[in-house]
């Protein structure tokens, strides 16, 4: 059985040969993991046979970038939607928001007219050249964009986004929907020009520790229609859809499951994820991605990674519906011989 295959079962929830896998090391952890085994000319894709391929463009105001300040240690720079941002160069971390060229109503409708699709949005030669090889190697294909809530909030500022919820919600929303339209246009592009997608699949943060951001009721008003959109040219065309957030989501999911997302990951266990009681809850209506927690991989107690592995994906792969993946992304202090045990940990107990 090919990842295609694997994967399309995973989401139609039935059972396939084993469970699928995927995962996403960081870029520190990827360095260390050469300097103790993975190989040189091998990736962790590669070398661990993760079944997901990624394509995807740009969403972005497409504003000039400029460097502000560089120093051994860090980049400030403007990105494309304006924002200041502080990014570490010798260690993984979420960039520093320091300040933001949309802070107003006003400065959004001046610079709303660029987001609309247009051709310097996608790298046609690369993306389409590398989608047609993965998809005949048998991969399964995703078309990613990074929209919604996550979006506004490094545009704009994650306090003006959760204030403007409440004082301005139809700006925000028109917000969410302008990208949304945006990336649902160049789904549709992208699939017009012959890409092939397995699955669309939206990276949209909801969450923190044991909370959403916004109560149901508000994702429902404000940010559901534009994921809905965002679905749209997928679902028309029978292709799933999968929803990354990071962050507690359990109170969001039946609303997730009503906007039309067939899987959703990374179900953080630090953050308050029960992944084993979704699945009880709701695991005849979405698939789940997920759900390892990281902390127990680098725990110096192998008994405690065994633990982790054992009592979830064999309850999880049951019926079909899971993917195997961990809580987040893997950290560097995970070591190569650790995430070694973990991949032989889900090969045995991950056969059907």
């Not at 993760?50 to 403007?78: H, K, M, W």
């Not at 957030?245 to 999911?253: D, F, K, V």
């Not at 902390?295 to 405690?304: C, E, Q």
């Not at 792969?317 to 893997?330: A, L, R, T």
């Amino acid at each position: 059985m090919n990842s295609r295959e694997r994967v399309k079962l995973a989401l139609e929830l039935k059972e396939a040969d084993r469970i699928a896998i995927h995962d996403s090391p960081w870029g520190t952890t990827i360095q260390r993991w050469h300097k103790e085994g993975l190989p040189q000319d091998k990736s962790p894709t590669e070398y661990f046979g993760y079944e997901f391929r990624g394509f995807g463009g740009d969403n972005s105001l497409q504003l000039p970038r400029q460097v502000l300040e560089e120093t051994d240690e860090y980049v400030i720079a403007t990105n494309s939607d304006g924002a200041k941002m502080k990014n570490w160069k010798h260690m993984t971390s979420t960039p520093e928001l320091i300040g933001f060229t949309i802070k107003t109503k006003e400065a959004w409708e001046e610079n709303k007219p660029r987001m609309v699709m247009n051709e310097s949005r996608v790298n046609w030669e690369s993306q389409i050249n590398s989608n047609k090889k993965a998809y005949q190697d048998d991969y399964f294909c995703t078309l990613n964009f990074g929209p919604g809530f996550t979006k506004i909030c490094d545009m704009v500022g994650p306090e003006n986004t959760l204030i403007n919820m409440m004082t301005e919600p139809d700006w925000v929303k028109d917000m969410f929907m302008t990208d949304a339209q945006l990336c649902a246009d160049m789904a549709e592009e992208m699939m017009g020009r012959g890409m092939k997608f397995d699955a669309g699949w939206i990276f949209d943060d909801l969450g923190f520790r044991d909370h959403s951001f916004f109560p149901p009721e508000t994702y429902k008003e404000l940010l559901m229609p534009a994921h809905m959109l965002i679905c749209e040219p997928f679902k028309s065309r029978g292709i799933p859809m999968i929803l990354h957030s990071c962050g507690y989501t359990m109170e969001l999911i039946p609303l997730i499951i009503e906007a039309g997302f067939d899987c959703i990951q990374p179900l953080e266990v630090k953050a308050g994820n029960d992944m084993l009681k979704l699945k009880k809850d709701y695991g005849n209506y979405i698939a789940f991605m997920g759900g390892i927690d990281v902390r127990n991989m680098s725990s110096p107690n192998s008994d405690d990674i065994m633990k982790e592995i054992s009592t979830k994906l064999p309850f999880m792969k049951k019926g079909g519906g899971y993917i195997y993946h961990s809580d987040h992304s893997v950290p560097d202090n995970v070591s190569f011989q650790q995430y070694c045990r973990v991949m032989e940990l889900v090969a045995e107990y991950g056969k059907y």
